[in-house]
């Protein structure tokens, strides 16, 4: 099993910026794929970042330029830095984690964090 926590969320004004956290315990070495997942007001959960074991990392189409990930392996923690920050950009953010496909797919992903909201006004 592998319990994931994230933190850092909180509330920004359109331009902001935040930097969330995704800690890792359990059975780390079986995974080969973090990614983080958000999941807006009546939408459904999209990808936004995956961060493979080889420290390839995919961004959605969306964020790319404004958000980075980045892992540090020591902590068994996840990182998502986020920039430029808009009001669509509000959401639950989500962890997961997986030792299969890293894949943008949230269906994929065994493991799960609780999430942390992020909230940003115009």
């Known amino acids: 099993q592998v319990q994931l926590v994230e933190s850092g969320g909180g509330s920004v004004q359109t331009g902001g910026s935040l930097t969330l956290s995704c800690a890792a315990f359990g059975y780390t070495d079986t995974v080969t794929c973090m990614a983080w997942f958000r999941q807006g007001p009546g939408k459904e959960r999209e990808g936004v970042a995956t961060?493979?074991?080889?420290?390839?990392?995919v961004y959605a189409t969306s964020v790319e330029g404004r958000f980075t990930a980045s892992k540090d392996n020591a902590k068994n923690t996840l990182y998502l830095q986020m920039n430029s920050l808009k009001p669509e950009d509000t959401a639950m953010y989500y962890c997961a984690a997986d030792y299969g496909n890293c894949l943008m797919v949230p269906g994929l992903f065994a493991y799960w964090g609780q999430g942390t909201q992020v909230t940003v006004s115009s």
């Open positions: 961060f493979d074991s080889d420290g390839r990392v």
